[in-house]
């Protein structure tokens, strides 16, 4: 990837060379090898003693990544190709006092020695930094290199954890439209004596006088100026359809009955993440680029039966056709004011795809990884 800045300075341990941005700065840390800072990213360097596989230490790493902060969400995994010595990336994302932090974490082996190089920055930063961040990444060098063995398979990763479950009352739609309409009213007295207003006042959402308590009022102001929110509906592999909508600081959960709940921009990030399974997977391309619009359209929309993909597709393509025959979640993803959504399919076991444009009669349905899926989410939510 291009970086924004030229990276001029070279910085060496005793296990990798990289280079930075001349500006970024070097400072001492007693448990770390290297330290840098600046442009909001903070990089560490540490190494130690081991002559455990890649495997063996990505693996550990892995079980030791969720347990290390409470709410910490694996976010991607890739076999890294560019240091040198057998290595593996990892991106999270970590809860902190103020604000989310996204991390990447690059691991690799040289037969006798583990570094970890890691990479963190403000999670509102993650998009303007990436370019930077990876720049810098693609540069390191392993200074003892040990080429990798072909590997038959890759180890297992492990689930995507639950998702975070949306604290609020439950209220019928009708309720929420009620709530809706007190934006920039006076609260009607009549409406005390409707189903609707009844259900507020049960729900605690309007005081039995009409008042509306403090944290109603917090749900009301981003519907104050009109925007449309960002909106994830998705397809289960059941046919059950839901539907969660975010205005800056409130989220309605689902379409009949909702949940109503005040959420910061991040946690709301967090949870669409969580709807949308993102968590470690391996990610290898289909060879095919592309399928007939109307198949693509029978099999994303859901129903009993699975229609098949063309002979010579599923025998050229084994792995489009593993992922075919699978569990499908179809997710479409809409930003305000983007007439087309993201239309994301994540197949149980099998990881992400994307539907692209259709000419032709053809539409375009490539691998997408979790990592790159979760940056859409971000970019919907945090740069809306």
Known sequence: MPAPVPLGTEDRTARLTLRRPDHWRREEHPQAD??????????TVRSRPSERTIAEEHTGLLERLPGSVEGLRLV????????????????YVRPDDERDVAGAHLLFVTGRHRVDVTVERPLARLLATDD?????????????PAPARPQRELEPLPEAPPEPLLDGPRISAAALGTLQGLVGRRWNPTVLRTE?????????LVGRLGTLPEPTQALLVPWQDGTEPVTLEQQLPDGRRTRLQAWSDTVVDGADDVVVASLPPERTVALLAGRLGIGPTWTFS?????????????RAGGGPDVPDLPPAVADGDPRLARFWAAPWTVSHLRRPGRPEPVTIVHAAGHGFARVGRTVAGETAFRTDSPANVYRSVVRAVLTA
Do not use: I, K, M, N
Not at 132 to 144: C, K, N, P, S
């Open 34 to 43: 290297l330290r840098l800072t600046g442009d909001d990213v903070v990089l």
């Open 76 to 91: 991607g995994c890739d076999a890294w190709t560019a240091a040198g010595a057998p290595a593996r990336l990892v991106e």
């Open 132 to 144: 930077l961040v990876f720049a810098v990444l693609d540069g390191v060098r392993a200074t003892e």
């Open 196 to 204: 609707a207003g009844r259900e507020l006042v049960e729900a605690g």
């Open 286 to 298: 289909f060879r095919t680029g592309s399928l007939r619009a109307d198949l693509l359209a029978r």
